[in-house]
């Protein structure tokens, strides 16, 4: 093993990420990444790894990860594939492979509660998440429907389905109409209500303090 | 102690030697403080029953035992059979791929959780996972995509690191009113775990990131293809390429070859059956960080990457569930942990919240992990309630339910439950839940 100098050992191993907490050696400070979420406590770490650096990976070209690169960045549709399909070919689609599980218009079915509705209820005690209510952007659909669903047979859908099956739903919860075609550039267009409904995570929100005697 | 039905409850020492003041509390002086007041400064019982008869021989003594097999995985004794992991019992999930699993915190002494009660949340069941065919790549915007088996993680500097491991959904039966009876139903998706692998960093830095990445994208090879953004931040400070847990390879379900740890964060995005890591410049914004693993918030709004699990404590012993056998002495017994570092004091209430004394941190105390606590408490017999508070190297101390109420929206199955669990004690000595009653 090559030797090191030893201060190298407790260097922040982020090297030139922004870290506010890098620098507090561990708790104590609240430390944040660049876009504002916290982290936690960070290190220099009590249990650290020998610092040698061997390379073992082996170099694969993306052309051959292509199989397993199913992503899609949802705010813009990054890694849609080609491909389209429209409402009605999307209940066609449905009624086969997915209403065993979701019921009939995706009111909700043996394994699954509803996917339709909702949309208007977080203001109230009782909110009902669905795609349509829920989704912030609708590639996400297509994201999640092409990585897990059917549940019975996932990954097996083409593009064209899983296109059409997002029309579908889409259609079902009144966000287009029902004539839609969707493709890569149809679906990142479409409004979702809940597009502005996130807030990045402000904890701590409590300020709880340690009475000890007397105390309500 | 005992529990209800046929639960039995571990091992209580009955803690009589010294008093019932373990050797080495004497060192800490807040704790005896603590002692002295939650024993109320009385006797303990001195009730040492006669034996009622002569000791019987048991068969066993003139029987040979099991004779040790050529090779064999050893499993615990069939009279702990009751110690499992259990789904919920506060309503029927529909279907048990998607589905979790709780561990039995009221059986463990300790804070290291044994493989086979490690809980475990799925999303389309257990892969049964070839460690020879398995691959897992890193790509995206790195200088050169990697592709690394099993045989080539396994040859990197490794780090074993004990962290506590909980689900954001822990407790979420139980906010308002109590739904679950026992601490394995109210906070079970909780374990403790020595995790050995590779630090994600070696492999990002050998990769060689993009300046312009800030996300990384990871995700299994389970057939939900589970998948998580994660800031770089944290992948370089502390995540681990986990292959081993408590001395041995994975287990199936916690990500049999390899899943990725982040320390102190929800266990949602420590993504088990790891097959492949995206670098990129902004968050995927998939349906695991929108529209599940958010936080209801006033106006309808939702709280997006609440990674950190903030600190938390919970009485396991006595807990709900239990009945105690009469008055006399008990050592109040819990776990508590901190996402932001380590856990600094643990208080102890048996009046409900009235006041409260330090309990004993029992060592070692580390980031991000299980920290064991414990009190000693002479019940007078008289109806109580049993609640822990913990603080963490922040100085952050654990709210209860109604300083969370202040910020938050309690509505429908909502994550990130880090409120004080008050158990009640009646006169009968049955312990059971009390939370938002207490």
């Known amino acids: ?216 | 102690m005992t529990s209800k039905s046929s639960e039995k409850t571990g091992s209580q020492s009955p803690g009589r030697e010294e008093g019932g003041r373990r050797p080495e509390a004497r060192s800490r002086r807040n704790f005896l403080r603590s002692s002295a007041a939650l024993a109320g400064g009385g006797m303990l019982a001195a009730g040492t029953k006669a034996a009622a008869a002569p000791l019987a021989i048991p068969s066993i003594a003139h029987e040979t035992g099991r004779p040790i097999p050529e090779s064999v995985y050893g499993m615990p004794s069939k009279f702990e059979a009751h110690v499992a992991r259990r789904r919920t019992d506060v309503f029927k999930n529909r279907q048990n791929w998607s589905d979790w699993s709780m561990s039995p915190l009221q059986h463990q002494p300790g804070i290291i959780t044994p493989n086979g009660l490690i809980f475990e949340r799925h999303h389309a069941g257990i892969p049964d996972i070839d460690p020879a065919t398995h691959r897992l790549v890193i790509h995206g915007m790195v200088r050169q995509p990697l592709e690394f088996r099993m045989e080539d993680l396994v040859r990197y500097p490794s780090v074993s690191r004990f962290h506590f491991h909980e689900c954001s959904g822990n407790g979420l039966t139980d906010w308002l009113k109590p739904a679950s009876t026992t601490v394995q139903q109210t906070h079970g998706l909780l374990s403790g775990v020595l995790w050995t692998g590779v630090l994600a960093s070696t492999l990002f830095e050998e990769a060689g990131v993009d300046p312009r990445g800030k996300w990384a994208l990871f995700e299994g090879a389970d057939s939900a293809g589970h998948a998580r953004s994660i800031p770089l931040e944290k992948v370089m400070d502390d995540t681990i390429i986990a292959y081993a847990m408590n001395g041995e390879r994975l287990r199936p379900e916690n990500g049999y070859p390899v899943r990725a740890v982040m320390p102190g964060w929800e266990g949602n995005v420590s993504i088990k059956w790891l097959r492949r890591i995206k670098v990129g410049d902004q968050p995927w914004h998939l349906r695991s960080e929108t529209a599940r693993y958010t936080d209801p918030m006033p106006g309808g709004k939702w709280r997006q990457f609440s990674m950190v699990m903030e600190a938390k404590s919970v009485i396991t012993n006595p807990s709900g569930g239990m009945d105690l056998k009469g008055p006399g002495f008990y050592e109040i017994t819990g776990l508590a942990w901190s996402g932001n570092g380590k856990i600094r004091a643990v208080d102890v209430s048996v009046d409900g919240g009235k006041t409260w004394r330090e309990a004993m941190l029992e060592g070692p105390v580390m980031d991000k992990c299980l920290t064991r606590f414990k009190a000693p408490w002479e019940w007078d017999g008289k109806p109580a309630v049993l609640m822990s508070r913990a603080v963490d190297s922040m100085g952050y101390v654990q709210p209860t339910v109604k300083d969370l109420q202040k910020t938050r929206a309690i509505v429908g199955f909502v994550q990130h439950h880090n409120a004080i669990q008050p158990w009640t004690v009646n006169a009968k000595g049955e312990v059971r839940n009390a939370i938002g009653q207490a």
């Open chain 1, 1 to 216: 093993m090559r030797s090191v100098k030893p201060e190298l050992i407790l260097a922040c191993v982020a090297g030139a990420l922004v870290l506010a907490g890098c620098a507090a050696g561990g708790g104590g400070m609240a430390a944040k990444t660049a876009s504002g979420i916290p982290l936690g406590m960070t290190g220099p770490h009590e249990v650290a790894a020998l610092p040698d650096r061997p390379k073992f990976g082996r170099p694969i070209s993306e052309a051959d990860i292509a199989p397993w690169n199913i992503d899609i960045r949802t705010p813009d549709g990054l890694g849609l594939p080609p491909g389209r399909g429209s409402v009605a070919e999307g209940k066609t689609v449905y009624d086969t492979k997915c209403i065993a599980c979701h019921g009939a218009d995706a009111k909700g079915g043996a394994m699954f509660g509803t996917m339709v509705g909702g949309i208007g209820s977080f203001t109230t005690n009782a909110r009902v998440l669905t795609p349509g209510s829920m989704y912030p952007y609708a590639p996400i659909i297509f994201d999640y429907v092409r990585r897990a669903m059917p549940m019975d047979r996932p990954q097996s859908l083409s593009a064209n389905e899983v296109y059409a099956v997002t029309a579908y739903l889409l259609n079902l919860n009144g966000l287009v109409p029902a004539g839609a075609v969707m493709d890569a550039a149809s679906l990142t267009a479409v409004k979702m209500p809940n597009r502005d409904g996130f807030l990045i995570d402000d904890r701590p929100d409590s300020a709880a303090t340690r009475c000890m005697s007397n105390c309500n």
